[in-house]
């Protein structure tokens, strides 16, 4: 505040703080203004009990073969009516957990003891079991997309066919441990 307002009674409290409050609103309207800071580039870890940790960039992933899923939106009352399902592309989880390779408990028959536990950017997370992606076992096509309906996502999304109303669909997915 100038001082010589101040000293002239020109300015009372109630002035002095709408001068503050200009001052502020100015800076944050500065702050608003910036560009936001530029978002880090696609990808995944695989992390936990493996022989072979890495972080996956989204060309890496995109090199892997792809594979293709649909997925048909679905509510409490199932199916919804008139909705077409939505094709994803990615790689699948298996052969990234094949290539991780899990260490297994000591004992016989743990291989069926690990589960997964994908993490997005938000900290949302959901377990699976390997035996869910096993193709021993239930075989599930669990897959890492980068695309739907043939058009790039702006993040990676886990894709779990058949689960009722996407319930383990992590969107903006940045981790994978193995447990």
């Known amino acids: 505040m100038p001082v010589g307002l101040a000293r002239r ?3 009372n409290s109630a002035g002095a703080a709408c001068l503050i409050l200009l001052a502020l609103r100015g800076a944050s309207v500065q702050q608003a203004r910036q560009p936001a800071p530029p978002r880090p580039a696609l990808g995944l870890a695989l992390t936990g ?3 072979h940790p890495r972080n996956l960039t989204l060309a890496e992933l ?10 048909s939106r679905a509510d409490h009352q199932g199916v919804q009516a008139g909705t077409q399902p939505s094709s994803f592309t990615g790689t699948l989880v298996w052969p990234l957990l ?15 003891q690990h589960t997964l536990l994908a ?11 390997i035996g869910e992606l096993s193709p021993e076992f239930e075989g599930k096509q669990v897959l890492v997309a980068y695309a739907q309906d043939g058009k790039p996502l702006p993040a990676l999304r886990l894709i779990v066919p058949a ?4 319930g383990r669909a ?7 441990e193995i447990r």
């Not at 991780?100 to 743990?110: L, N, R, V």
């Open 9 to 11: 009674g020109w300015l």
């Open 49 to 51: 009990r493996v022989a």
């Open 62 to 71: 995109q090199a892997l073969p792809a594979a293709t899923v649909e997925v």
């Open 98 to 112: 094949e290539a991780a390779a899990p260490i297994d408990e000591d004992g016989p028959h743990t291989r069926l």
């Open 119 to 129: 993490r997005g950017q938000d900290g949302y997370g959901v377990a699976l079991a």
């Open 163 to 166: 689960d009722k109303r996407a």
């Open 170 to 176: 992590v969107r903006d997915l940045v981790s994978i």
